[in-house]
Every structure is written in structure tokens, then in C-alpha cells.
Nanobody, 126 residues
Framework: QMRLMESGGGSVQAGGSLRLSCAAS????????MGWFRQIPEIPGDERER??????????IYADSVKGRFTISQDGAKKILYLQMNSLKPEDTSTYYC?????????????????WGRGTQVTVSS
């Protein structure tokens, strides 16, 4: 079973940058989809918004809220997923999670991911 651990969170002023890392216990190129999620503070409970995703072919997609500011990437050899966050805004303040799952038999990413890290806090002050 894959284990994930995030790091790199912290406090930064608006306009600043942070890079999150997610170390995976296992990773075989071409077999996993991976993504970054963050909690939605306005919604009670544990709702999470997927903000960036990378599929087994390396294709990336982003939520509109972070497009052009955040970049997802991975180092397969080191089994690390990254999220470079630039031009941070106070509304980016949240707990960030990385998640992963096996690519489906059809080659697409599954609608839900089963493997999750514990999260890392990002706080952006104005």
C-alpha cells in the first residue's frame, strides 16, 4: 500500500512562493496518477478541492483558482511529487494534501484517490 508524506508548508506573505513536496513509498512510472488537493474552509467537514493533477503520461491539469501560479511536477527516480506555488494569495491558505492511485485499466485517472498523505499547512498573510 502506498504511503505519502507531505512537507514544505509554512507561512508566507502574499506574493511569495512555497514548494511542497510529497514523498511516496513506492512509485512505478506510468502506473499512478497523483494530485494535490486542499481543504475548502468555507465548507464544513473534510471537503477537498483538487487543484493540480498529473496523470501516468505526465499530462497536467489545474483548477482555475491556481492556473498560471502553481506547477505540479514529479521526480520518478526520487518518488517525489512537487507543487511549486508562486504569487500566493491569502485565499490560498489551507491544508494541502497529496493523493495518488493506480491508473485505471483504460489509462485514465480514477475519479477518487485512495492513498492520501496527512497534509501540510500553508498560511498566506496579506
Amino acid at each position: 500500500q502506498m504511503r505519502l508524506m507531505e512537507s514544505g508548508g509554512g507561512s508566507v506573505q502574499a506574493g511569495g512562493s512555497l514548494r511542497l513536496s510529497c514523498a511516496a513509498s513506492e512509485y512505478t512510472p506510468g502506473t499512478y496518477c497523483m494530485g494535490w488537493f486542499r481543504q475548502i474552509p468555507e465548507i464544513p467537514g473534510d471537503e477537498r478541492e483538487r487543484i493540480a493533477n498529473i496523470d501516468s503520461d505526465g499530462k497536467t491539469i489545474y483548477a482555475d483558482s491556481v492556473k498560471g501560479r502553481f506547477t505540479i511536477s514529479q521526480d520518478g527516480a526520487k518518488k517525489i511529487l512537487y507543487l511549486q506555488m508562486n504569487s500566493l494569495k491569502p485565499e490560498d491558505t489551507s491544508t494541502y494534501y497529496c493523493a495518488a492511485d493506480h491508473v485505471s485499466p483504460y489509462g485514465s485517472c480514477p475519479p477518487r484517490y485512495n492513498y492520501w498523505g496527512r497534509g501540510t499547512q500553508v498560511t498566506v498573510s496579506s
